[in-house]
Nanobody, 126 residues
Framework: QYQLVESGGGLVQPGGSLRLSCTIS????????LAWFRQAPGKEREGVSC????????NYADSVKDRFTIHRDNAKNTMYLQMNSLKPEDTAVYYC???????????????????WGHGTQVTVSS
């Protein structure tokens, strides 16, 4: 059975940091790219970051570049998102997703990712 479970969300002040985790079961992660998406209230879900199956290639949305870092540990079946210098506009539900190919797509389209977690809430507020 395939399952993706996010954790690590919470309430943080502007300028603070959080680390999200996504634990994945039912897949051999050595073959699949992974990604983080987020959805803010009243907005569409948007891509945040993607990492290739080996971890050797990553990409980021412009809004999070130089603040967020994605990485993965295939032996632990886990992906992470280190979020630094958080801003109120980063407030959203964060989702992890798996893609049926080893590489990341050139654009963050939901249709390119086949399985999703249920999300973890991140709130950035003073």
């Amino acid at each position: 059975q395939y399952q993706l479970v996010e954790s690590g969300g919470g309430l943080v002040q502007p300028g603070g940091s959080l680390r999200l985790s996504c634990t994945i079961s039912g897949y051999n992660l050595y073959y699949y790219a992974l990604a983080w998406f987020r959805q803010a209230p009243g907005k569409e879900r948007e891509g945040v970051s993607c990492i290739s199956s080996s971890g050797g290639s990553t990409n980021y949305a412009d809004s999070v570049k130089d603040r967020f870092t994605i990485h993965r540990d295939n032996a632990k079946n886990t992906m992470y998102l280190q979020m630094n210098s958080l801003k109120p506009e980063d407030t959203a539900v964060y989702y992890c997703a798996i893609r049926g190919f080893a590489g990341c797509p050139s654009t963050f389209r939901e249709a390119f990712f086949g399985s999703w977690g249920h999300g973890t809430q991140v709130t950035v507020s003073s």
